[in-house]
């Protein structure tokens, strides 16, 4: 370092996904769409390889005034958006207590906002071995530590004795713990925690000797399936005892399909005002002080679309479309992993399929050969089937299943 | 505090500002807008109490298509955006060195951004006594300490002696300072430093025994004066010694007159590639780990903004119109006061004009009893001169003189 400051955060010369999505566009280039699967990217395209967009909301940022653009958004955001945001969380479930929301730079910002304000420097953020690999950039970057349970058991079950272990071993350290739990639909696997699975949770979480301030990231929540469904465990989150505070994070920009607008939130659910009241002046106070206000057009959008039953519905209904498309995809290319021999790490839904195994960088090189472009994490492959055709999750799997025999 | 961690923070209930300005509103709703002064709003309205919008800008939004809102941004931003904001930030001025850019959430994330990459926990940032109080929440909630110098003495000019009396008192404890100067059109005196400002601090920083990220907020460049002339300082900053690197935060919210499309860059200029390189790397994996990256749609109306001179010179033209309003405001404001035996901290142009005084918070309480709401600061009341009409800055400097007397 000549002038920077490393900060105890471990920085890469180049950010390799960046670097090999590149590389699959330079292939595209080169050889044609048809020759290619890039399947690193975390957006939905349609099986032609376009971003899907969705007409409702399109229609609905065509429709804004100058001034939904120019005007400063509160800090939080505008009182429309935070509506909107309990709706599009909470679906039909109705929270008993008390319920705060700020908006945020994207899903990103609710886990900045979450590790910022309740975990202290040099702390342990517990989350799942398998995991978005921002979580890691996220804690370092706020001088806080990533520590991880197995995710799953040797069964491929949710492996609730491990959670419980590290639990209490960072019990032993902190007197707090913010645990990130990324379901449903989770980044990078796509399995949902399992209404068993929340229950194990909440009894290790109840029992424990710590706090925890339980984050729960359901960035993929309306690509995980049926609205109702996939919300089912969110009753069960009122089974907490007071020593648990859940906070969401949530990201508008994926309900939307409008990524670029950078708009999520972090929602705070509890029986307690006065923690709902802390909540909420520790998230504001944290979001002035790093990036201000959101995005205004995004909040409006979202106020519009959730206003109007409507137009709520046709977005709904636009969204499972192009998630029953996800749905099949995902279905289809872990069929054609099994009939070929080989699995993937326990799947449900969602942008994202890994395959576990042992030289992950080896294998991303080898189907690089076969211009199949996958990230490689620390142990398996990441396939975005988000990003490509059903047609090409039959290929991908196929390839993937040959190259691990 | 419950779960919430204050890590160091001092966390306020609640947002004074916010309170003023509802209580504002309030007025406003009962007795009409004529009757009520809210000088507490950080934007451009017109003389009808409307926020200014440009229509260069409004047009170019319009026309924009539902991929420039849905796509992912690439962190440091697109290409366009990148080469748009060197046009706007350096007019006419090419550096000679390497520049490097990078997209942040307004201004606001830029100051984030090199004080998380450029200072360690525990350093003091430095900054001139008057100064945007949220340069201390942004320096608090990342562990820093903010230390001041005065910013004038009492003679009304620079004060280069104190300045460099603090860096050499901070040179005996850091090897690095981040050195915060908001200039043209100072927030929140409207002061605009000049080139002998300039030489001083230029000499200063260059004979000091340690390194510096000299970070200039240039977040009111457009709103100071002609383009060339307040520019001027920049070619000069190439005199700078090897232990200091030039950093820019940019404000592309303000150039636009959109503020809620949360839109701005930090940008660095340096003789030395290596350190541009790194600038690149650390600013880039900050942005990633705290709020990715950042709203595309302002990128896009950047960038197309910038790459039409046709366009550029109508966004030019509008603004030009909107400055000269401002201006006027300010000299009429300034000039209202000193007729009243009053006079205001030393002020060129920009948003806000501050009247040093004993007891700020009373004076403003005073003023509110007439309905004139400004926000009090630690030494003096600010009087967003852009939010108000040039006939509301006659009757707010005459009852401030007045109140002082």
Redesign the interface.
Known sequence: ?????E?G?T???E?KV?ALSGRAKEAIAAKGKDAVINATI??LLDDEGE?V?MTSV?DT??SLT??????????AGTPAFKEAVQKALFGNFKPSGHVRVCA???G??SI?SVI??????GDFVLTHDWCWA?YK??C??N?RNLATFSFFDDEGNFNAADLEAKVNELAAKQD?IVLMLNTPAHNPTGYSMTLEDWDAVIGILNKASC?F?LFIDVAYIDYAGEDDEVREFMPKLEELGDNV?PIFGYSASKTL??????CGAIVCMTK?E??AE??K??V???A??????????AQVVMGKLYAEPELQKKADDERRGYRNMLLDRGKTFEKVLNDNGAKCVPFDAGFFVTIACDDPAALGAELEKQDIYCVSLAKGIRVSIASISKEKCVKCAEAIAKLLK
Chains 1, 2 share one sequence.
């Not at 100058?66 to 800090?75: G, H, L, Q, R």
């Not at 910022?116 to 420097?121: G, L, M, P, R, W």
């Open positions: 370092m000549i002038f920077a400051k900060n955060r920085i890469p010369k950010d960046f975390g957006a971003l967009t399109v940022i065509m100058p001034t939904d653009y120019a005007e400063y958004a509160p800090i945020t730079p994207g990103t910002g900045t910022a304000n309740y975990s202290e420097v921002n950039n996220i370092s970057q001088g707090q706090r301030a505070l399909a409008a990524y670029g607008m950078r307690d006065e923690t802390e909540f002046k520790v504001e106070y944290s002035r002080a790093t990036w201000s206000n959101c995005n205004r057009a």
